[in-house]
């Protein structure tokens, strides 16, 4: 759509502003990958998970202004949609926003962040590891006019983990002490089997833990239903050609590489995306993991705040625990959406449900967002909602650094 064709919207994003009053609902945005099996656990028929030559459906995003860069697909695949109260699509997030941002984001931060929203939660549900990978960093994806996609895990509790629920982080340490990094280089080269494995830890996918994953650190993530909040990008290089039984497309190494770099250094271009330091630090762990920060919250009402997405000023996310019966009082420092994860409730006046695809995800405008809004939950069982929040918007808790004396 055009620059001026988005403009042309402002009416109707202030209709549907005016309508929810300052809260949008949005449609589900289901993605198809064509790497790995599906873990079917996203609540679809189960004959919605195989589409053919576009692979399988393996992820929901939310809240997403960001379309999946895949190699065939719809040209709206991964923009999540906003729906007016009968549940009809009205248009795309992404173009709600172009079209309004100050009235989405807020005048100020609109100001001072023209690339949007800026962040991007999912669902993650494979059947099978997600081959190792590495995201670019930032002076690596603007070559290519891409953005670096730091991004972080929560594993929800009480969901089938999989066959595999861990995770292969960075290389052992050995290598960056001994500058050892062209060792991978064979395994691109030859592009055969997933033994570059055998140079990467495995740490376990535990239920209401995470991690965090910079860019530059290579990672292959495990089965555990995964939500993942990230950077607005969807920028990667494949490091592993054997996974789920069969070799992949050496293409996806070259993925965001331009042909000029790809000519010059080949396999050796895309191994330079690696932060060594990070990638072999002996405390990747401890300087990674994620567990949930209780937020003192007990004037607010009955309810409980705890950090799950924290320590960076990228991106941000809470858990938020509402008991049967209870009422809860937000005030955040800014626009922000929601996933609702379990139970049935009222969100700002919205009808909420978990499993419900047509009822389970809203983003909150600012001007909503920054005053005090309610969240009652109206069914017996706990209701618990994900909050997703973008750049430069909430002061976190910081992961003491732990270092080699």
Sequence with gaps: M???????????????????????RLAPAFVARDLV???????????AYDLGERGFVCERWLG???????????PDEGL?????????RRLTLRDAVRADPAAIMGEAYA??????????????????????????????????????????????????????????????????????YEVLLPYLVDWNSDLILRHA?????????????????????GTALTVELQEDSDVFAMFQALNAGRVISKELLFKDVSPADRRRDAERFPLGFVEWDLNGDPFFYENNHLTPQPIDSAERGDGHESWIFYDT???????????????????ERGVYSILVW??????????????????????????????????????????????????????TPVIPVSAVA
């Design 2 to 24: 055009t620059v001026g064709g988005v403009a042309s919207l402002r009416p109707l994003v202030e209709e549907l502003l005016n309508e929810g009053g300052g809260v949008l």
């Design 37 to 47: 099996p599906p873990g079917r656990r996203l609540g679809l028929a189960e004959d």
């Design 64 to 74: 997403s202004t960001t379309r999946a860069d895949n190699r065939i697909g719809p």
């Design 80 to 88: 999540s949609h906003v729906v007016d109260g009968a549940g009809r």
């Design 111 to 180: 100001a001072t962040h023209p690339q949007g929203l800026g962040r991007l939660a999912k669902l993650l549900d494979y059947g099978a590891r997600i081959p190792y990978h590495v995201h670019p960093p930032q002076r690596f994806a603007e070559l290519v006019g891409r953005r670096s996609k730091d991004e972080a895990y929560y594993f929800p509790a009480g969901v089938d983990t999989g066959p595999h629920p861990e995770t292969f982080f960075g290389v052992h340490p050995w290598i960056v002490r001994d500058a050892a």
């Design 201 to 221: 830890r495995a740490e376990l996918q535990v239920p209401d833990e995470g991690f965090q994953v910079r860019s530059g650190v290579l990672h292959a993530p």
């Design 313 to 331: 000023p990228k991106f941000s996310g809470k858990k938020l625990v509402v008991p049967p019966g209870a009422r809860h009082t937000m005030t």
């Design 342 to 395: 379990a139970g049935r409730g009222r969100y700002c006046g919205h009808d909420v449900r978990a499993e419900q695809a047509d009822r389970d995800e809203l983003l909150v405008s600012h001007d909503v967002a920054t005053a005090p809004h309610l969240v009652e939950n109206t069914g017996r069982d706990d209701l618990v909602v994900f909050m997703f929040f973008g750049p430069d918007i909430n002061d």
